[in-house]
T-cell receptor
């Protein structure tokens, strides 16, 4: 079975600064996908960024980027120029694709990020 | 496209009762997954349905069950409610077609409180 570990339950960052959220995972699979989801307070969970394991290039979405280290099984999220709207719970997720069995998702326990004005 | 919708948004039930939650996926999505979210536990996978068949199941007791209809709408049922069942229940849909990312799109959740 796959496991996803987020070792930072809570983090804070000053507005406009940069913060990095950590995520490690354990798997014997070679083909998989990784995601970061954001869940603002009392609001819907939304996808922030995604990464295919077979791609060496790190994914980037505006102020959000990842540092994907496949050998180390590490998938950290960097938020640049932090904004108040980035305050949320962030979940790291691992997906094992399966044509017949369906895509199987495994989530970490989340990191609560607070952006301080 | 309309997003994933869940009804009701809030529920208060008494221990021993049963409850049914509903989820309508994004149009065209045939895979629906259910998760239980509690503080400190993150998202715990309950089950996944695809084309009216349960494909995957998490480690939850048999009191938790679900089904999916031909229009891909899904329901989740919890019988004999316990205080520990109080949680946010999230539904997520995906296209689940190999070759695509298959990322999940989440609904707003149903907040269940058991007293």
């Amino acid at each position: 079975a796959q496991t996803v570990t987020q070792s930072q339950p809570e983090m804070s960052v000053q507005e406009a600064e940069t913060v990095t959220l950590s995520c490690t995972y354990d798997t014997s699979e070679n083909n998989y996908y990784l995601f970061w989801y954001k869940q603002p307070p009392s609001r819907q969970m939304i996808l922030v960024i995604r990464q295919e394991a077979y791609k060496q290039q790190n994914a980037t979405e505006n102020r959000f980027s990842v540092n994907f280290q496949k050998a180390a099984k590490s998938f950290s999220l960097k938020i640049s120029d932090s904004q108040l709207g980035d305050t949320a719970m962030y979940f790291c997720a691992f997906m094992k694709p399966g044509a017949n069995t369906g895509n199987q998702f495994y989530f970490g326990t989340g990191t609560s990020l607070t952006v301080i004005p | 496209k309309a997003g994933v919708t869940q009804t009701p948004r809030y529920l208060i039930k008494t221990r021993g009762q049963q409850v049914t939650l509903s989820c309508s996926p994004i149009s065209g999505h045939r895979s629906v997954s259910w998760y239980q979210q509690t503080p400190g536990q993150g998202l715990q996978f309950l089950f996944e349905y695809f084309s009216e068949t349960q494909r995957n199941k998490g480690n939850f007791p048999g009191r938790f069950s679900g089904r999916q209809f031909s229009n891909s709408r899904s329901e989740m049922n919890v019988s004999t409610l316990e205080l520990g069942d109080s949680a946010l229940y999230l539904c997520a849909s995906s296209s689940s077609i190999q070759g695509l990312f298959g990322e999940q799109y989440f609904g707003p959740g149903t907040r269940l409180t058991v007293t």
